[in-house]
């Protein structure tokens, strides 16, 4: 078996989606690529251009050339071009903190060849974890590297280029740099409302746990073979809004987000709403519509005035992103379906379609730009247009399916990618687009009126199947379980602030051994122990699996950058630990209290309901 052969083989069992591109696509380049004789090297042509991908003269100049501007202590590092991977023992030997390697390879033709020089099994052993990028456009490429920024997002990022692949692929790299550029302007924004987040969302998953709400499992696989329509807010809606409404027995109509509010209007009742946004302005869909009319799918963390007024039926989505929900249903259900987040409830909405057991899904109102300033359907809550909606963000002139010049963003062109990835992992699934906005890869572009002559001739008793489902609810268990998992929940917060507390006074006490200058390895000695508390606090589960998660992406780690060092100063290492460990220390103790009174708060009115 050849090198070729055996990393087929590798990605075949561990890269399944790069495996079939790699025997089912085409290259987006029409390059040619020639194998040079007794080199590890390759010699590419693409439009007009020649290059060697790799120098001819000294490899070892070109590599160290390459990484010249990147510190040692990078930890995510993405890499425009591996070619042969020449490079794999510099990064291994130059950079010990790295967790992942990006490697972005933007011709499927060159990067076949490079298969026959590249070990990739050696490389993963070598570098970790390494993400391939391979035959996808730019902007795809933006949202595969700004969602692993956003998720790590204070940890050390960096990216270099293969010099001949921005020669080869002019002006590939500039698009991917200056995309990147924009979107780490708005995580930057985005931080500090992500902060004020984590109290929002605490909130409302707290107070939206003690909602009555049968579990997203119990509607698993329950559609087996039912088409499905997930209707969304854009503007292309109201071409097909009439015909919509004469297929309520044919097809699961399933209103996301602010399509909610603009099928109410026309006088639509969808089978399924779904909602998951967490800001107060969500409760605007939900003004002044027949609430009572339709199953509500939602997470947690959906914004908590919402559910106490919603009359209808309500299902509860564990969403992949909400620790806390997660934590909470583990207690409950040993096996659960968990849903998508994807930065837009209508991926959340498809996700859920589909493990519904939806194996025809067609999209209306999916539309990812705008046209004539104007961005949602008619009857929308919201009057923002299409400017305003774009924000900080510039928006791009294109082209629709129909031909028409509309505008998009980097956002909506993010969800459009998740979208798209998605739709390829979903091989059982048949996805037709009947949107009039950009055009969504691996959907069938069709007329909304031909869908209905071809793809919904069928009757289905889909509110039969409903109403089945809801006749097995307990609703004394349910709410027995909530009491059960909230008091347990309380009694650990009351234990983690013990050992908080305990863990504070011995801070003020070290700070008291650094005033009266104790020699340098006692207050070493001493910070270690403080540090072992926090081997104490992970001991409680809703500490290890929940708290700690949250409080990681926010506080924890804006404290350890602020008071990161990296030198060898003994006296300055041990007050920036110092400083980092009481920053944990104040951060927890005001999200414990938070917590406390929410919890007590809840378990009071869910107590006072099982007496009646």
């Known amino acids: 078996m050849n090198l070729y052969e055996r990393n087929l083989r590798y990605l075949k069992y561990n890269n399944k989606l790069l495996y079939n591109s790699i025997l089912k696509d085409e290259s987006k380049y029409s390059s040619k690529v020639e194998v040079v004789e007794d080199k590890l090297n390759l010699l590419v042509e693409n439009n007009g251009k020649k290059c060697f991908i790799h120098s001819l003269y000294d490899e070892n100049r070109e590599i160290s050339e390459m990484f010249r501007n990147i510190e040692s202590d990078v930890e995510n590092l993405v890499l425009f071009g591996f070619g042969c991977g020449i490079g794999k023992e510099y990064i291994a030997n130059n950079f ?32 970790n974890i390494v993400t391939f990028v391979v035959n996808f456009r730019e902007d795809q490429v ?64 707290i107070n939206n746990r ?57 006088g639509i009742i969808p089978h399924f709403r779904f909602a998951i946004d967490g800001t107060e302005e969500e409760k605007e869909i939900f003004q002044n519509i027949n609430t009572e009319a339709s199953p509500l799918f939602f997470s947690d963390r959906l914004y908590d005035g919402i559910l106490p007024e919603y009359k209808g039926k309500k299902v509860r989505m564990i969403l992949s992103t909400d620790t806390m929900s997660n934590y909470f249903q583990s207690r409950i259900e040993s096996n659960f379906e968990t849903i998508i987040s994807a930065f837009s409830i209508s991926n959340t909405a498809l996700d859920a379609l589909v493990k519904l057991g939806c194996r025809k899904i067609i999209l ?23 400017m305003e909606t774009v924000g900080v963000f510039h928006s791009n002139k294109t082209k629709n399916i129909l031909g028409e010049d509309v505008y998009t963003t980097i956002p909506l062109l993010g969800f459009k990618n998740v979208m798209e990835e998605y739709i390829k992992e979903c091989t059982d699934v048949s996805f037709i687009n009947s949107s009039s906005g950009l055009l969504i890869e691996g959907a069938k572009n069709k007329k909304f009126r031909d869908v209905i002559k071809e793809d919904l001739t069928n009757d289905f008793p889909i509110d039969n199947i409903i109403n089945s489902i809801y006749e097995e609810f307990d609703e004394e268990k349910n709410l027995q379980e909530l009491i059960k998992l909230m ?24 700070h008291k051994y650094k005033e009266k200058k104790l020699g340098i390895n006692r207050l070493i000695n001493e910070l270690e122990y403080i540090k072992s508390y926090e081997n104490k606090l992970e001991e ?8 700690k998660s949250e409080l990681l992406k926010t506080k924890f780690s804006a404290i350890a ?37 929410l919890l007590v708060n809840n378990i009071k009115e869910l107590k006072s309901k099982l007496i009646i």
Request: glycine residues 4%.
């Open 96 to 127: 010990k903190k790295l967790k992942t390697v990006i490697i972005i390879e933007p011709d499927l033709n060159l990067f076949k060849e490079e298969l026959h020089y590249m070990d990739i099994e050696d490389l993963v052993g070598k570098l």
């Open 142 to 205: 933006i949202n595969i590297i700004g969602k692993k920024v956003f998720e790590n997002v204070y940890e050390k990022f960096n990216i270099v280029y293969n010099i001949s692949y921005r020669t080869l692929y002019e002006g590939y790299y500039e698009k991917i740099y200056k995309g990147l550029n924009n979107f780490l302007k708005n995580v930057i924004l985005n931080l500090g409302t992500n902060e004020h987040f984590l109290y929002d969302w605490t909130k409302n998953s």
């Open 210 to 266: 003690k909602m009555m709400a049968l579990s997203f499992n119990s509607f698993c696989n329950k559609f087996s073979n039912i088409p499905a329509i997930l209707v969304s807010a854009g503007a292309s809606l109201d071409r097909n809004i009439e015909d919509l409404k004469l297929l309520k027995d044919k097809v699961i109509i399933a209103a996301a987000g602010s399509a909610i509010k603009i099928l109410d209007s026309n």
């Open 364 to 386: 209306l109102g999916q539309d990812f730009c705008y046209k004539d300033n104007q961005y949602y359907a008619n009857g929308s809550w919201s009057k923002l247009n299409g």
């Open 487 to 510: 008091l347990n929940a309380e009694e650990q917060v009351e234990n983690l602030t013990q050992i908080n507390e305990d863990r504070k006074k011995r801070l003020k006490k070290f």
């Open 540 to 547: 409680k589960s809703f500490y290890k699996e929940y708290i």
């Open 561 to 597: 950058i602020k008071y990161s060092y990296v030198g060898k100063d003994k006296v300055k290492k041990i007050d920036c630990e110092e400083n980092i460990l009481l920053g944990y220390t104040v951060e927890l103790e005001k999200y414990l209290e938070f917590l406390n009174k």
